[in-house]
């Protein structure tokens, strides 16, 4: 037996330290732990003087409870509304909005922004190519995730959620009996809040990293390739004056199918409704990055903006290659004869379904997501039509043509040819 004295930080290294070790063999240890560590805010290096945000958020009653509950299971917390933009979002991610948005931009940073499920990933991995000279061998190495951060992906699940799945990550590849009743301790204990950093730290010793929190992204070399769903108002102000931005756009027909089976893929939704009831939460702005229109709009009427690029994902599908060719040149990364077609051929469907840094399917591994499908999953244009009933079909041209209404942005939801 050992007995130990340590800080909550100290007796989870030591913890893993002894079971990635497996030098010392001990019948049990008893760890007492000082709970005296301090909760750390992001401290962003580049900030200068802290911006408010002035976008507020309140809390959707309606999501605590009744049909929506049943819905969508692990939203324990329910959604927040945002005042006065009316983006829909999750508590967590509202606690860390302002520390987001002081996110300092560099002149070298590409933003990659979209609404969820326009094409984000492929995008990512086109933009994190074309800036590093098409570095392939790089690219099979690390996880895009790692290559190119998810702003606010840790930001995002409610914190026992969030709980949950570190323990259950950690528990799964340590299996370990030890580690399973130290995790039960600190739960038990509440001390998960506190040391969150260090159990990211730890599931990336583990598992090899996957996630990056602000102060790591902050920190991160440049030039760095960040992926946001969050809509441009709600990043820092001087991100478009001073970085790059290519923003994506989808028809939101195809959009609404492909974050239906996101939602019922991903665990921290676990969506157990179907496909029309998800189209009309869609439709009435209660799902996660709602409202759509305004994302979209907001990018477009900034569309001439030298520091954007916007792109429609039915364009990729028709052109790749003169796309590819297009945002090359925005970023002024002109690319040869031999590394456009390269590009091209990585960037296909059935080549990005297979490779495993994009692809996602590690989420499995982790407990993220389950076997009901892929996160690339069909990867086509006009797919909604293996979806909708007529009278669906109806209710969403309405929807499109009233949100439309008095703006020059059209959508294209077939294809004649397509990859
Ligand atoms: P589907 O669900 O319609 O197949 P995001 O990365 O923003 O979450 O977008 C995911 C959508 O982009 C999914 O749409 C996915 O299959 C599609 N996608 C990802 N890579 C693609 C590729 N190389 N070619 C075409 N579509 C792709």
């Not at 709602?290 to 792109?311: Q, S």
């Not at 499109?400 to 020059?408: H, K, S």
Request: aromatic content about 12%.
């Amino acid at each position: 037996m050992r007995l130990a004295y340590m800080d909550v930080q100290e007796t989870l290294a030591a913890a893993f330290a002894i079971v990635r070790r497996k030098k010392k063999r001990y019948n049990s240890i008893v760890f007492i732990v000082r709970t005296s560590v301090p909760h750390r805010p992001a401290k962003m290096s580049g900030a200068k003087e802290r911006l408010q945000l002035q976008e507020k958020f309140d809390l959707m009653p309606e999501t605590l409870g009744g049909q929506f509950r049943k819905d969508f299971p692990p939203y324990i917390d329910g959604l927040v509304r945002s005042v006065p933009h009316r983006y829909v979002t999750t508590p967590e991610y509202a606690k860390n909005a302002e520390d987001i948005y002081n996110l300092a931009p560099r002149p070298d940073d590409i933003y990659v922004s979209t609404f969820p499920k326009c094409g984000t990933t492929w995008v990512q991995e086109l933009v994190w190519m074309v800036v590093n000279q098409c570095d392939f061998e790089k690219g099979k190495k690390e996880q895009l995730s790692i290559r190119s951060p998810f702003l606010e992906m840790n930001y995002m699940l409610p914190m026992k959620l969030a709980e949950k799945f570190e323990k259950e990550a950690i528990c799964r590849k340590a299996n370990s009996p030890l580690v399973d009743k130290i995790m039960e301790l600190l739960c038990y204990w509440n001390l998960m809040d506190w040391l969150r950093p260090f159990i990211r730290k730890a599931i990336s010793l583990v598992m090899g990293d996957c996630l990056r929190d602000l102060d790591q992204i902050d920190q991160m070399a440049g030039p760095r390739v960040i992926k946001s769903h969050l809509p441009l108002y709600l990043l820092n102000p001087t991100v478009l004056n001073t970085s790059k931005v290519v923003y994506v756009a989808r028809n939101p027909k195809d959009v609404i199918v492909s974050y239906y089976h996101y939602h019922r893929l991903l665990e921290f939704h676990h969506y157990t409704g179907n496909l029309e009831a998800f189209a009309d939460y869609f439709m009435t702005d209660r799902v996660y990055s709602a409202p759509f229109f305004p994302h979209l709009l907001d990018a477009w009427n900034k569309r001439h903006h030298p520091n954007l690029h916007f792109v429609f994902y039915e364009d990729l599908k028709r052109n790749l290659r003169g796309e590819i060719e297009k945002i090359a040149k925005f970023l002024g990364k002109p690319l040869t004869e031999d590394q456009l077609a390269k590009l091209t051929e990585h960037l296909r469907f059935d080549n990005f379904a297979k490779n495993e840094t994009v692809n996602c399917e590690i989420g499995k591994e982790i407990g993220l997501m389950n076997n009901s499908g892929h996160f690339i999953r069909k990867g086509k244009t006009g797919d909604w039509k293996n979806h909708f009933s007529p009278e669906l079909n109806e209710r969403i041209d309405k929807w499109m043509q009233a949100n439309l209404e008095g703006t020059d942005l059209r959508f294209i939801t077939e294809l004649e040819q397509q990859d």
